[in-house]
């Protein structure tokens, strides 16, 4: 789940308000008088709930979603308070020491829905709080159906953690439950079980508040109140599959995930949507070696607590057919399988036969930032053309940019290609193959093919070495092939479009030799250039900060979980 | 605690009268067995001797009486497994109606016999009752790959085990029984 208290965003982005001191179980704290609401981002009175969270004091809820409208309707969230006392000429009472006398009021009240007020007590862990929430936990497991064993919620369910926590392990309900269609084809990516659905409503506001795609509603009464989409309109935005996330019990499931793996054997890795220049922070869930999923990870400078459904069903490349999982030299017309060190000695001694600028330099916005300082380090040496081409696809409204590589911004930081030159150096590089200044062409992650070179241009050229992940007609030419890793086999960071810097973890294994392209760069640099290197990522990239203006002061360790934005150029 | 230590008799410190006590004892079972008068082998393996109730064997997957796998590829069991014995390959998402009206059923279900140690606990933590210790303590095989018992033999030496409460079949009928609301 991508929910998490929203003490340090909400802090972070507030003006100077006035604050409000009130009572948490006992504990005297000051809160700020409003929040930014989640969507309109005005002032609003801040609530029982929200002040708790600031807090650190948990209180149980379904409905409520910091990043949602409040509903109010699940009733999990009930707490006791109390007020301080007034006469009849509305005057404070006091008690005999002169502080204000506090009068427990005599009806609880939701704290996702109340505002605070000054010296206001919140008795959050009451026995009588703890006796409702124990009440309304039985009243939503009336008709659950309990089929845990086959849902695919089980281990990450606040159905089942709260039940746990303050519900009776015995059912009082001895009648009938009511059955309500299990396996509902939602949409292209969502599956329904109205059984679990405990109708909080967080996917209805989501799908109409935050993705603006007014589809999913509530049908029938009382009992027999359902989920649905509406009549004639189908769930299929680009951002169904949040609604998975913040849905607090196993009634929305993700067909991609379904019946997959159990969430308690997954291994969370922190990672970076490579899909597009927005960079989304995401949760990486992978088991011995093997990647299940991807979910949001909150981070409210990028991509609040939500991603786009394209971006998270975008990770099966990672395990497909085509990766390259050797490193191989073509010897005429014979393809060998060679070692890195072999491959790290013959490259660098056949770089440095040719004449400054006979070889040529083709990055990719899919590399890292650290692996573009390399090979610009590399092309520095060689005096040769540098090139990377742009990648523009269509943008949203929301989160999808136009920029589909994750780290252009990258290429710009590193001076690897200069701002708003992107694809300007190709048709030098072909005319330079054409007539002889050009003889070798070192490529990374790019499949000039694709990108309109003609393949008989290749075979002119007296060294062509291209590193990527998956076998392309490019690689099928290169007489030198060295297998890179996706970003969910290395570590290293992105800049994303607004100039967001972030980091990624490692979370599975890279098949067979391939190794992370900055590991192979960096000896090659060391063995072309002479010039020591880092051979750890954090030294790596504290070296790149330290000779890059944009990225001074920036250290590894300072870059954070949730990244920080550095100085474009040109911006 | 302190014990006191005894002060030994003369008798007792010359050692000689537990000597002739012991050596009476093996002579007596010297004896029993020569002249044939007491069995301590068992002709194993023609004779087998009883396996007692609640014995810990093999864990077996197990059917209900209407010929349903019980298990559900919940997980439990391999999670819970000490030693990892267990793999099992969840179904994925297509769906299925093989299954007799339950949504998830394992694709695969792996045992590994030389690393199981019958300790029982894939009973203990299954929410199905769909694994069960059997009786069975000698297993054999000529390589590791045959120890490794899957889905069909699990089920097979398992057998049918007569389920009394029939949870999802109850469920179905009582959806049934609603069936104007679908």
């Not at chain 1, 660098?348 to 930032?369: C, D, H, N, R, Y």
């Not at chain 2, 409460?165 to 609603?178: G, L, P, S, T, V």
Request: hydrophobic share 35%; net charge negative; charged share 25%.
């Amino acid at each position: 789940m991508a929910e998490t208290t929203t003490k340090d965003s909400s802090q972070a982005v507030q003006p100077q308000v006035e604050m409000v001191r009130i009572k948490i179980n006992g504990m005297e704290v000051e809160v700020p008088k409003t929040q930014p609401d989640p969507i309109t981002g005005k002032p609003v009175p801040t609530t029982m709930i929200q002040a708790c969270a600031m807090h650190g004091v948990d209180v149980p809820h379904y409905c409520y979603h910091p990043k949602l409208p409040v509903a109010g309707n699940c009733r999990m969230c009930l707490v006791e308070f109390g007020m301080p006392a007034v006469d009849r000429n509305r005057q404070p009472v006091l008690n005999d020491d002169g502080s204000p006398k506090i009068n427990k009021m005599p009806r609880p009240a939701i704290a996702c829905a109340t505002a605070i007020a000054p010296n206001m007590e919140i008795y959050a862990d009451s026995d009588g709080s703890k006796e409702m929430r124990k009440a309304v936990l039985e009243f939503l497991l009336i008709n659950h159906p309990l089929d845990c064993p086959i849902c695919d919620q089980a281990g990450e369910c606040k159905l089942q953690e709260y039940s746990y926590e303050y519900g009776q392990a015995e059912s009082r309900f001895v009648e009938a439950k009511v059955h309500k269609p299990k396996q509902v084809d939602l949409g292209p990516r969502i599956m329904l079980d109205d059984e679990r659905c405990i109708l909080c409503s967080r996917c209805i506001r989501f799908t109409r508040d935050i993705a603006g795609d007014d589809a999913l509603g509530f049908f029938n009464r009382g009992s027999y109140n359902t989920l649905g989409a509406y009549p004639g309109k189908s769930f299929d935005n680009n951002y169904t599959l949040n609604t998975v996330d913040i849905c607090p019990v196993g009634a929305l499931t993700s067909k991609d995930f379904r019946f997959r793996m159990r969430a308690w054997f997954l291994k969370e890795t922190d990672s970076v949507c490579n899909s597009c220049g927005t960079g989304c922070n995401t949760i990486v869930s992978s088991r011995e070696e093997v990647i299940y999923r991807q979910e949001p990870r909150e981070n409210d400078a990028v991509n609040s607590s939500w991603m786009c459904d394209h971006g998270r069903l975008n990770y099966k490349w990672q395990a497909s057919d085509t990766r390259l999982d050797a490193v191989s030299a073509r010897r005429g017309d014979v393809r060998e399988v060679i070692d890195w060190p072999r491959v790290v000695d013959e490259l660098s001694g056949k770089l440095q036969s040719f004449a400054p600028g006979e070889v040529a330099f083709i990055a990719s916005g899919q590399m890292t930032t650290e692996e573009i300082f390399l090979f610009r380090r590399l092309a520095e040496k060689f005096g040769g053309l540098r090139e990377s081409f742009p990648n523009v696809g269509e943008g949203d409204h929301l989160l999808v940019s136009a920029d589909k590589d994750p780290n252009t911004n990258g290429l710009f930081i590193t001076g690897f290609t200069p701002a708003g030159e992107q694809g300007r150096n190709f048709q030098s590089i072909q005319d330079g193959i054409r007539n002889g200044s050009i003889k070798a062409l070192f490529v990374i992650r790019e499949d000039l093919i694709a990108r309109g070179m003609d393949a008989g241009l290749l075979e002119d050229l007296q060294l062509l070495v291209v590193s990527d992940i998956h076998r392309t007609p490019t690689t099928d030419a290169a007489h030198y092939i060295l297998p890179g890793c996706a970003h969910f086999e290395k570590r290293g960071t992105f800049i994303n479009v607004k100039g967001r810097l972030q980091k990624f973890m490692k979370a599975v294994e890279g098949p067979g030799a391939s190794r992370p392209e900055w590991e192979f760069l960096h000896e090659l640099v060391h063995q072309t250039t002479g010039q020591n290197g880092f051979s750890t990522i954090e030294g790596l990239f504290n070296q790149m900060a330290g000779e890059i203006p944009a990225l001074a002061g920036v250290t590894w360790a300072s870059i954070g979980d949730t990244g920080r934005s550095v100085e474009l150029p040109g911006a | 605690m302190i014990v006191e230590r005894k002060e030994l008799s003369f008798l007792e410190k010359t050692y000689l009268p537990g000597i002739a006590q012991g050596i009476k004892i093996t002579a007596r079972h010297f004896f029993d067995t020569v002249s044939g008068r007491k069995k301590v082998t068992m002709q194993y393996p023609e004779e087998k001797w009883t396996v007692p109730e609640g014995y810990r064997g093999a864990p077996y997957l197990v059917k209900d009486q209407e010929g349903r796998t019980k298990c559900v590829s919940c997980q439990l069991c391999e999670f819970i497994c000490p030693p990892k014995a267990i793999k099992i390959t969840p179904p994925g998402p297509e769906v299925r109606d093989e299954l007799g009206g339950v949504e998830k059923g394992p694709e695969d279900f792996e045992i590994n016999m030389l690393r199981c140690i019958f300790c029982g606990l894939c009973q203990e933590v299954c929410p199905e009752e769909a694994i069960f210790l059997m009786k069975d303590y000698s297993l054999t095989g000529q390589s590791r790959e045959e120890m490794i018992y899957h889905k069909d033999k699990l089920l097979e030496l398992g057998g049918v085990h007569n389920d009394t409460i029939m949870k999802w079949k109850k469920k179905d009928e009582e959806a049934r029984q609603q069936a104007s609301f679908h």
